[in-house]
């Protein structure tokens, strides 16, 4: 996939024999159609809900905010790990979408961090680039916050 992602003008999603999706990697990596593409090319946090108000109502989660959604539907979200920013659960600053959980693994590679955070809506990946910011521990409550414009809706 990273070839793909870095050596291609266009690439090609197929799944099961059928094209899912064809497109710059750039493109697909932002806005992929479905689950599928969106985890072929990476990885992605998952959340289901309603559409109601121009939110998404996910259970255990409350509203989240995305850039476009069809009224009264059931939606799949998908955010990407590096789009997420982990805060304290204090800094009550927030990028429009915020939910609260409980750092439960840290990864430490060098240049980045990647965190695995249990929420009321099962576990969530972030992934920070190291730059000497604070770490978060094990079992640290902590805050997570992202833009809508990074909220994707996919089809499942």
């Known amino acids: 996939q990273e070839e793909a992602l870095t050596l291609s003008d266009q690439i090609a999603i197929i799944n099961d024999g059928q094209v899912v999706q064809i497109g710059a990697p750039g493109e697909i990596y932002e806005n992929p159609v479905n689950r599928f593409a ?6 992605a946090n998952f959340m289901e809900g309603l559409v109601e108000n ?11 905010v995305t ?5 009264g539907s059931r939606v799949t979200l998908a955010v990407r790990p590096e789009k997420m920013r982990l805060t304290a659960l204090s800094d009550t600053a927030s990028d429009g979408n915020r939910v609260e959980g409980s750092v439960t693994q840290r990864v430490f590679s060098g240049t980045s961090v990647t965190y695995i955070v249990e929420t009321p809506a099962g576990p969530m990946h972030t992934f920070q680039q190291n730059a000497g910011d604070r770490m978060f521990d094990a079992e640290e409550a902590v805050a997570i916050t992202w833009s809508p414009d990074h909220t994707v809706l996919v089809e499942d």
């Not at 121009?54 to 989240?64: F, K, N, W």
């Not at 850039?67 to 009224?71: G, K, Q, R, T, Y």
């Open 38 to 43: 969106a985890s072929f090319l990476g990885d």
């Open 54 to 64: 121009g939110r998404v109502s996910v259970e255990a989660l409350g509203p989240i």
């Open 67 to 71: 850039s476009s959604a069809l009224p």
